[in-house]
């Protein structure tokens, strides 16, 4: 078969040998496979993102002297099943697939470990237990983007967000477009997105966002979303709660069990945004520690390739609640592909083109402009190094 292979930074097409599923897996043959943000970062930093992972536990993350297939936000058909496999999932099935494989207990990262070649080919092995057959006939362009879509849907969910918050996304790539769409299909009644680039704040529209803001312009702090109640320094903590106790004591009642009545029914909370910071550069946590509202909950998505620096007393005197999100559980997985498949989520403006596999490493270059495109797909079928813009 067919492939894209990374090696010292390089990509080139080659020719090698078409897996065969193992134990409990299925060989699924590539139709649409999505260029992920961690994928540039891998082509870069894979040395570093492996002693990150190693002190996680994993040590088998990509190197950048070996040879690697990368390619994990998968849509393809089922054409084999490997053996004492259920076979619950015919050949023909339509698919997508967490990216994941195990063999015995060892499990392996699809498209990001050697030992798991991946979707940048015309054929991939993916878990039968975490391959899902596609409904409704989902079209092959947002089938593809269940993977990356399921990252959204878990950090939406790490966000606890409520429809009457505010959320405020920082960052219009693929992440921050993806948040923006679950966070309208959620009914959340405002989204402010903030990008700097054109292009993406345009995304960031179709997608939903009720705001957009240009942060070399307009702070999203202090134009978007002003008006909605926030507290912005240590004083409006504090004569807020002077004020209540002065009209508190003017009841019949002890101020105190007003106050314990109040925060029963959450009526003391004070009222913050939920931040996404969907950008992933070093000083992007602290600057939202020091611009944000009091109260803050904030919600890292990006994911920020070198070390960086935090002042804790800025999240500690404004109570910042500070979160991480990655990855997703299956059953969000799921529930993504049929809310893409139902239209309950709306993604289809995060594809703005399509290439073979002889174009990947054009793509890759195109991706580094903002202005030009957010998502790209490999279809292995095509026979062009040609970026076909949708």
Known sequence: ??????????????????????????????????????????????????????????PRYLRSDQSVVLGHEIYGKVVDIGPWSASRIKPGTPVVSIPLVRRGRQVDGVGLSAQAPGGYAEHVVVQE?????VPNGLPADLAALTEPMAVAWHAVNRGEVSRKDVAI????????????????????GTVIASD????????????????????????????????????????????????????????????WTVWRALEGIG????????????????????GILAAAPLHSRVVVVGVCMGPDTIRPSLAVNKEIDLRFAVGYTPLE??????????????????????????G????FA???????????LIDPSLDTDRILVR
């Open 169 to 188: 996304v920082l960052g219009c790539g693929p992440v921050g477009l993806a948040v923006v769409s679950v966070l309208k299909s959620r009914g959340i």
């Open 360 to 363: 990947v490493a054009p793509a």
């Open 366 to 376: 195109a991706l580094a402009d903002p202005e030009v495109h957010a998502k790209i």
């Open 196 to 255: 700097y680039s054109a292009g993406r704040r345009a995304l960031a529209r179709k997608c939903g966002a009720d705001v957009v803001v240009d942060p070399a312009v307009e702070s999203p702090w202090e134009g978007a979303s002003a008006g909605h109640g926030f507290m912005t320094s240590m004083p409006d903590q504090y004569n807020a709660g002077i004020d209540a106790i002065e009209d508190l004591t003017r009841l019949p009642l002890p101020w």
């Open 333 to 358: 997985f799921r529930n993504t592909l049929h809310a893409l498949a139902d239209g309950t989520v709306n993604a289809s403006h995060l594809v703005t083109g399509r290439v073979g596999l002889a």
């Open 129 to 133: 237990a975490l391959t899902f057959p």
């Open 267 to 286: 009526r003391t909370r004070p009222k913050r945004p939920v931040v996404f910071e969907c950008v992933g550069v070093p000083g992007m946590i602290d």
């Open 1 to 58: 078969m067919r492939a894209v292979r990374l090696r010292q930074g390089h990509l080139e097409v080659v020719d090698m040998p078409t897996p065969r599923p193992g134990p409990g897996q299925l060989l699924v043959e590539v139709e649409r496979c999505g260029i992920c943000g961690s994928d540039l970062h891998s082509r870069l930093h894979a040395d570093q993102l492996a002693q990150t992972l190693q002190l996680c536990g994993y």
